[in-house]
Structures are given as structure tokens and as C-alpha cells.
């Protein structure tokens, strides 16, 4: 029931029965609670306390499985490569490792992440748009398997230390399409005036030069248009721009054998209008069919972001006249995402009496002394009182890999359940591990 709401939340707000429903991996045991497959919630929180991370390693290969049978049905020649800035625990990088996906990095840190879950660098994408003289050196000895280039000085740069060390480098050349991915303008990356990419006009001519310098062989074309892309129309766009590029470099005798073609498939956090990776798979046929090219497809938050959540525990819950604030031990530094892309994450709470209880509006809110430290506003959740824990729904990408340790707050514990077995993967964070690489002067002792 919905009782006392002075302003309602909006009328398309699922309800927690709803969130539970359209989220398979969740489940709510009349005594156990809530379960994340076949391992009760409440039994991670006994153990580790709160906040937690929980991430199912059944739900990641799952939807691997699942958007690599699209690709196959579509007929592709496709290779995935997960996005490690969505997730970079090893225990996650393990679980795709073990699986077959190679990996998409973009940096030093997250390719010696990759390589030590067992990912080898032959099945490795370098991408970003910063990567210094001391990264480019070290994708060149290594081997991997092939350097998105973004710009003309790093292509350049790139040539003069591969021929340097007697290498050749496989690469591709990042395009931006300036096609506007419809998404957060945070996280929108293929339009003109975007920092990411060589400008599509420019692309055909710096290929050239490309296939002429020395140490560096081009082997296609990258783009990438966004994150969180519910709909495939800026695919659609992106794809042909691709397509049209391909056909006009092997017209003027070039060589383009792959196109690796990004990620951003988005999810239903909320209940948007999600697409499948069918249609992603059917879009990606349309448009590359005829061209007999090897596909790379780089997904991070479709395939880790339902497989995980954040639990917490109430502080305390605050009345103010028809306002209340449930304040969680969970805060921004823990999921930012809320506080820098006004995101929308479900919230439903573990305990099963909470579950069915009378709802009424809350905003909830962290510990952290900033105003901008809120999970939701006005939502509809059951009378909570300290001690209840709450799961935060859909957290398994860029949450862990985006926390800090703003207001001396630890970093979280975290573990993965697999079936109905489950273990730590962190441990939480002690606070003298704060300060234990820092240095007083002497001068100051």
C-alpha cells in the first residue's frame, strides 16, 4: 500500500515487487530475505558488515553468453573485449578470463589488472585518449593485440617508439563520427568538439599516413559513441559513417581488415526502454555485412551492472516535518554516480517483512558532509528504522571502480556469490591504511 504522500514520487516509478521481478539474479525469501541467486544478502552483511559490494559471477557469464550467441546468430565474426573500466576487481576480470572475452583497457593499470586475471595481451584493445610515451611503450612490448590511436601526434609518437624498439604495432584509428549517442552529456563521446577520437573528416588521410609510417600496422578502424545508449539509431549513424570510411581507404588501396565498433549498450536501470544485444547483433549485420570484416565490440556495463549491488545498512532515519531522510552508512564515495550523472538506481530493502510493508516517500541519503551525497529522492520505501539494510540495485559497473575515500571513509568490503556459494573478494579497507603512505616532514615531528 502507499499511504501519507505529500509529493509523490513520479507514477512510472517501478515498486520494489517490480524491481525484484525484472531483475532475474533477485529473489525475496520469506525468511532468508533477499537472495542474490542462491546466496542470502542478509548472510554477506552478518559476515562482512556494510556497505558491501555483492557481484554474481552467473549473471556476468550469463549475459556474456547471451550477447555473444546474438553475435554468432547475426552471423559475425566478432570478438568481445570487456571494458575493465566498468569493473576492474580481478575476481571479476577472472570470471570473463575464464570465459573467452578478452579485454579492453585504457591505461597501464587496468592492462596489468587484465593480464594478471589471466587475459593475455594478444586479446587486448588499448584505447584512451591520454596514453603516455611510458604506456605506449609498454603496449608495444607487450604485444597487444591492437592500439586504438585518437590523435595524429599519438599516432606519431606511437610510430617513433615502435620502430625505435624493432616492433610493429597493430593498430586502428579511433573516429569520431559526430553522432550525438542520445545519453548523459558526461558520458557522450563520439561528437564533434568531444575530446575523444580523430575527427571523420580527417581520418582517411591520417590512415594514409599511417599505412606509410614506420613501426605501425593499420589494421582498421575504432568509435565509440557513449555510454548507457538505449537506442540504436546513433548505432545505426555511427556504423554507416564506419561502413562509408571502410569502403572509400580500400578504394584507395588501403588495407581495413576490422572495425572495432565500441560499447555503451545501456540497461534498464530504472524501466527505460532498453535494447537487446539481438538488436545490437541485427544492426551491427546491416550495416558491416558486405564488408568481410572482423568485428571487436567492447561492452563493460551491460554485462557487469545487473550482476551487482551495493548493500548498506540505515544509520538512522531522520523526520523533518513531512520530510524523511533515510540516511544509509553507504555514501557518494562509495556510488558517485548518483551525485555526478543524476543517476537512478533501484533501492530495495534485504529484510522480507520490509519488503511487503506499507511505503511511504524518503529521500535517501549518505553520511558524507555534501549536499550532493543522495542515492534518491522521494522514493517509496516501508517504515525503516536503524539497522535495516537496504540493496542498491544495478551497481556492478562503475561503482567499486569509481569509489574514493572522501571524509577518511574506508573503502568498502567486497564479494561474489557464484551459485549458492559465495567469498570475500576485499576486504574492508582499515582506516589506518588511509594514511599508511604518507610522510610527515621532519621538520614537522
Given at each position: ?46 559476515a ?19 550477447l ?8 559475425l ?23 573467452g ?42 604485444g597487444?593485440?591492437?592500439i ?12 617513433a ?29 563520439g ?40 537506442s ?80 548498506a ?9 513531512d520530510?524523511?531522510?533515510?540516511v ?10 548518483p ?7 533501484g ?20 553520511p558524507v ?25 544495478d ?32 576486504d ?18
Open positions: 500500500m502507499t499511504a501519507n504522500i505529500p509529493n509523490p514520487p513520479p507514477p512510472d516509478d517501478p515498486s520494489i515487487a517490480e524491481l525484484i521481478a525484472a531483475r532475474p539474479p533477485l529473489a525475496t525469501h520469506p525468511m532468508d530475505g533477499l537472495m542474490l541467486d542462491g546466496v542470502a544478502l542478509n548472510a554477506i552483511a552478518d562482512l558488515g556494510t556497505p558491501t559490494w555483492v557481484y554474481s559471477a552467473a549473471t556476468m557469464r550469463a549475459r556474456l553468453n547471451e555473444a550467441a546474438a553475435l554468432r546468430g547475426a552471423g565474426n566478432a570478438q568481445i573485449r570487456y571494458a575493465v573500466k566498468a569493473n576492474d576487481h580481478l575476481a571479476v576480470l577472472r570470471v570473463f578470463a575464464r570465459a572475452a578478452g579485454a579492453d583497457v585504457v591505461s597501464e593499470g587496468e592492462f596489468l589488472r587484465a593480464r594478471e586475471a589471466g587475459i593475455p595481451s594478444s586479446r587486448t584493445v588499448f584505447s584512451g585518449v591520454g596514453k603516455s610515451t611510458a604506456e605506449l611503450r609498454l603496449a608495444a612490448a607487450e597487444i593485440g591492437q586504438n590511436v585518437e590523435s595524429a601526434e599519438e599516432l606519431h609518437a606511437l610510430s617508439i615502435a620502430a625505435g624498439m624493432g616492433l610493429t604495432a597493430r593498430i586502428a584509428l579511433r573516429v569520431n563520427p559526430d553522432v550525438d549517442a542520445g545519453t548523459h552529456s558526461k558520458i557522450t563521446t561528437r564533434a568538439g568531444d575530446k575523444f577520437g580523430i575527427p571523420y573528416h580527417h581520418a582517411a588521410a591520417l590512415y594514409a599516413t599511417a599505412a606509410a609510417l614506420p613501426g605501425l600496422r593499420p589494421a582498421g578502424l575504432a568509435v565509440h559513441i557513449g555510454s548507457q545508449v538505449l540504436l539509431a546513433p548505432y545505426r549513424a555511427a556504423y554507416a559513417r564506419l561502413a562509408t570510411l571502410v569502403r572509400d581507404l580500400r578504394a584507395a588501396g588501403h588495407t581495413v581488415s576490422s572495425v572495432d565498433c565500441g560499447g555503451g549498450l545501456g540497461i534498464a536501470y530504472r524501466n527505460e526502454p532498453a535494447t537487446t544485444p539481438a538488436a545490437l547483433a541485427g544492426t551491427l549485420r546491416d550495416a558491416f555485412q558486405d564488408l568481410d570484416l572482423e568485428l571487436i565490440i567492447e561492452p563493460g556495463r551491460w554485462l557487469v551492472s545487473p550482476a551487482g549491488v551495493l548493500l545498512a540505515v544509520v538512522l532515519v531522520k523526520q523533518d516535518n520530510a524523511r531522510f533515510v544509509l552508512d553507504a555514501g557518494m564515495n562509495d556510488l558517485i554516480r551525485a555526478m550523472y543524476e543517476a537512478w538506481h533501492i530495495v530493502p534485504v529484510s522480507p517483512v520490509d519488503a511487503v510493508a506499507d511505503v511511504s516517500p524518503a529521500d535517501v541519503v549518505g558532509c555534501e549536499s550532493s551525497d543522495t542515492f534518491a529522492r522521494n522514493r517509496l520505501l516501508p517504515p525503516l528504522v536503524a539497522g535495516a539494510r537496504v540493496a542498491i540495485l551497481a556492478g559497473a562503475y561503482g567499486a571502480v569509481m569509489s574514493s575515500t572522501y571524509n577518511a571513509r574506508p573503502l568498502a568490503a567486497a564479494a561474489m556469490v557464484d551459485g549458492e556459494r559465495w567469498s570475500a573478494i576485499r574492508r579497507q582499515p582506516h589506518a591504511a588511509l594514511w599508511r603512505d604518507e610522510r610527515v616532514p621532519g621538520w614537522l615531528t
